[in-house]
């Protein structure tokens, strides 16, 4: 089958080696765990349990703010500590319910009781997946029930099931393919139920020749199932660039994929949709991995949500030297953080220690012209020209560059000579931008 891609894109060694061979850990929280209630885009979630609670196992401890929410369960039993604002990977605060494992593990009824999903109806797959508080968990966070709720389902006639893992370092989906490919399917067959006239594609990076052979020997027998091998490029695995590599279809920021008949959902989203409906389990666990060349033994972890990433460290031998970066995700697109002591959340995939930042006192210089940011922007924009209408603080002319089209996959920045500060000056306008827009429909 021949590999296919999108335009534009960059390539960056993939340094997944460090972990790609490590067998997923099963690994529970020793100290108390922090759920954030802003895991998701959309409305935070709202707490429903006070201090002194003695919460279960995949209780809902807080219930989705709106249509586009998503509930938070706990991942252990034990008593609620504290209600209130916690810090983020993003630096700023959220409202979190902190609960301290009694490390009994005791869950609420019906917890992981079988059910037969050919045998539910629409609705009731539908509810299942908003009830297990699911959301894209390759780093979007979007709720996926959400994302099943379409004007017309006989319209969709593509499940797309992004495998690409195209950040450098991440392999936690990669050993899920290796692990549960059947889970996968699964969930796969589910989303099918919803659309009967799709057919499921699992995408995945030509990087991954024993994941897609897993996949492909799981998908034997199922019609309307194929696996779909990618060329190995970043950002492959953006949902536009996805859409465009198999459909050959063109969506922009104004449209949803399913304008263009498809609905896309990650990897481990899939077998988080066969969890909850088929055994009646939330969202409480995810698969993340903890590498870098500060890492002593690099490593995929199966965590509750809401585990201190520290503990993650701790248990992947802790550092082999003191990090000079610390990343919440892949460098391209994860965010910086100071401190370990954050909470693993459900879009939470890597924890990426590195022992040299090796763009630390590289000063920017002035653009030499040399077109690379253009050729390199998968969305075929002018990050240069919008840069400088960013940094001259006129968001008309941004808008009209068509700055909201930025994916913020730092494409721009990664292949610029002159170290410019590209990706990062777009994206902060844009959320200026979003925000304003906001404000005003509001009023």
């Known amino acids: 089958m021949s590999l296919k891609t999108f335009r534009g894109g960059v390539h960056p060694k993939d340094k997944k080696a460090l972990s790609e061979n490590a067998e997923t850990v099963r690994l529970e929280a020793k100290g108390e765990l922090t759920y954030l209630t802003n895991q998701h885009i959309g409305a935070p979630a709202k707490p429903v349990v006070k201090v002194g609670d003695r919460v279960l196992v995949g209780q809902i ?10 509930s938070v369960a706990a991942s252990v039993s034990g008593k609620v500590k504290s209600v209130g604002p916690k810090m983020t990977q993003s630096g700023d605060e959220a409202l979190a319910i902190t609960v301290e494992n009694d490390c009994e593990y005791e869950a609420v009824a019906g917890f992981g009781e079988p059910r037969d999903y050919e045998k539910m109806s629409k609705d009731e797959i539908r509810a299942a997946i908003r009830d297990a508080g699911i959301v894209g ?4 966070g979007f709720p996926t029930a959400v994302k099943c709720t379409v004007k017309d389902d006989s319209k969709i006639d593509h499940v797309i099931c992004n495998g690409a893992e195209c950040e450098p370092y991440i392999t936690c989906d990669y050993r899920l393919m290796l692990e549960k490919p059947d889970d996968a399917v699964t969930g796969m067959k589910i989303l099918l139920r919803l659309f009967e006239n799709a057919s499921g594609v699992f995408g995945i990076e ?3 020749p024993e ?7 799981a998908c034997e027998g199922s019609e309307r199932i194929s696996v779909q091998p990618l060329r190995k490029k970043y950002p492959q695995g953006g949902e536009r660039m996805l859409i465009s590599a198999i459909t050959k279809r063109k969506i922009n920021s104004k449209q949803l994929p399913a304008d263009a008949g498809c609905v896309v959902v990650n990897y481990s989203t899939l077998i988080a949709i066969s969890d909850a409906v088929t055994k009646n389990i939330p969202l409480i666990r995810r698969v993340v991995t903890v590498t870098g060349d500060a890492i002593k033994q690099p490593s995929n972890f199966d965590v509750p949500i809401g585990i201190c990433a520290s503990e993650l460290i701790e248990a992947a031998g802790g550092f082999e030297t003191e990090p000079e970066k610390l990343i919440f995700g892949g460098p391209m697109m994860g965010a910086a953080v100071y401190t370990a002591d954050l909470p693993i959340t459900k879009t939470s ?12 006192g590289l000063e920017p210089t002035e653009c030499i012209r040399c077109g690379k940011c253009l050729y ?10 919008l840069k400088n209408t960013a940094d001259a603080h006129d968001y008309a002319g941004f808008e009209k560059a068509h700055g909201l089209e930025c994916i913020g996959c730092g494409c721009c920045t990664y292949v610029c000579p002159a170290k410019r500060r590209l990706s990062q000056t777009i994206t902060m306008a844009k959320r200026y931008v979003l925000a304003e827009k906001k404000k005003g429909a509001a009023k």
């Open 61 to 70: 401890i807080a219930e989705a703010g709106g249509f586009v929410s998503a």
């Open 137 to 140: 968990m390759g780093g979007a």
């Open 206 to 208: 030509n990087n991954k």
């Open 211 to 217: 994941g897609i052979a897993s996949l492909q020997k």
């Open 349 to 360: 995939s890597c924890v990426l220690a590195l022992s040299k930042d090796e763009t630390a």
């Open 376 to 385: 390199a922007c998968p969305e075929h924009l002018m990050p240069i020209l």
